[in-house]
T-cell receptor
Framework: SAVISQKPSRDICQRGTSLTIQCQVDSQVTMMFWYRQQPGQSLTLIAT?????????ESGFVIDKFPISRPNLTFSTLTVSNMSPEDSSIYLC?????????????FGSGTRLTVV | GNSVTQMEGPVTLSEEAFLTINCTYT??????LFWYVQYPGEGLQLLLKATKADDKGSNKGFEATYRKETTSFHLEKGSVQVSDSAVYFCALKAGTALIFGKGTTLSVSS
């Protein structure tokens, strides 16, 4: 299965600033997914990123707040913009290396963000 | 729409007890179903999966059977260990991404 390197692993940021999270995959994948896991909660899909096109955002998430880049088939970034304490969460990227969920989805180790 | 409902936690068991974590889903068609586990301080790991009705996924002594008639995918283990203490998430593949249940925390004591 694919191996994902996600960084930073954690950060403490001031409100009003932005943080960019990077995910690097060791194989080419068509789609990359970004999730948010708020404290004590489940994972919520933020957006799906395809190489060469704009990301598709889920209801409640907008590009101005969570801009995503996908410059090639092994890399993506998620930026959390103009942060507030409510953005404190774990952010995870995920890929489907086998396609169609055949081998299960692989997740990065997550970025634990605290906004103060 | 698509959704996953898991039993509320936390679940507290003694070592060697039998475990069941209930999971039911709502979806159009026949989605693939997954159980993921998140050990303390670690990332999310795939535990097992099933892609069609009556499939049984299994791994590390855990099992779950895809029941179309009851739209369920309950997780079971015959004898839990302290090392099984973690948060367990049921998920379904809807379109291209996963939709997760709220997670069930399992705590096993010796």
């Amino acid at each position: 299965s694919a191996v994902i390197s996600q960084k930073p692993s954690r950060d403490i940021c001031q409100r009003g600033t932005s943080l960019t999270i990077q995910c690097q995959v060791d194989s080419q994948v068509t789609m990359m997914f970004w999730y948010r896991q708020q404290p004590g909660q489940s994972l919520t899909l933020i957006a799906t990123a395809n190489q060469g096109s704009e990301a598709t955002y889920e209801s409640g998430f907008v590009i101005d707040k969570f801009p995503i880049s996908r410059p090639n088939l092994t890399f993506s970034t998620l930026t959390v913009s103009n942060m507030s304490p409510e953005d404190s969460s774990i952010y995870l990227c995920s890929v489907d290396p086998g396609g169609q969920g055949a081998r299960g989805y692989t997740f990065g180790s997550g970025t634990r963000l605290t906004v103060v | 729409g698509n959704s996953v409902t898991q039993m509320e936690g936390p679940v507290t068991l003694s070592e060697e007890a039998f475990l069941t974590i209930n999971c039911t889903y709502t979806a159009t068609g026949y989605p693939s179903l997954f159980w993921y586990v998140q050990y303390p301080g670690e990332g999310l790991q795939l535990l097992l999966k099933a892609t069609k009705a009556d499939d049984k996924g299994s791994n590390k002594g855990f099992e779950a059977t895809y029941r179309k008639e009851t739209t369920s995918f309950h997780l079971e283990k015959g004898s839990v260990q302290v090392s099984d203490s973690a948060v367990y998430f049921c998920a379904l593949k809807a379109g291209t991404a996963l939709i997760f249940g709220k997670g069930t925390t399992l705590s096993v004591s010796s």
